[in-house]
């Protein structure tokens, strides 16, 4: 079964950038999607961004223009690049993978915060 290992995480001010990567232990070539998600304390876990295994992309409404995701079939790697972050974006960032079968895989997070 695939794993996948998030880094990239850590604490950074206002209006500054982090690059999360999600490395998958196997291919991700059949997979249907790729996606990151956060959690903050106390919320729900939701969508951040999605990358399909064409190319299209979803985002959240609160982070667009500023996070941006991509996908290297070759290094079975998905990227978040996020810029101008704010407090609002401290969160687990969760990576997960889509099959096709309609079964999804976790990774096991990484931490973002955002001081003000």
């Known amino acids: 079964q695939v794993q996948l290992v998030e880094s990239g995480g850590g604490l950074v001010h206002t209006g500054g950038s982090l690059r999360l990567s999600c490395a998958a232990s196997g291919s991700i070539r059949s997979s249907y999607a790729m996606g990151w998600y956060r959690q903050a304390p106390g919320k729900q876990r939701e969508l951040v961004a999605s990358?399909?295994?064409?190319?299209?992309?979803n985002y959240a409404d609160s982070v667009k223009g500023r996070f941006t995701i991509s996908r290297d079939n070759a290094k079975n790697t998905v990227y978040l690049q996020m810029n101008s972050l704010r407090p609002e974006d401290t969160a687990v960032y969760y990576c997960k993978v889509t099959y096709y079968s309609g079964t999804y895989i976790w990774g096991q997070g990484t931490q973002v915060t955002v001081s003000s």
């Open positions: 990358i399909t295994s064409g190319g299209s992309t």
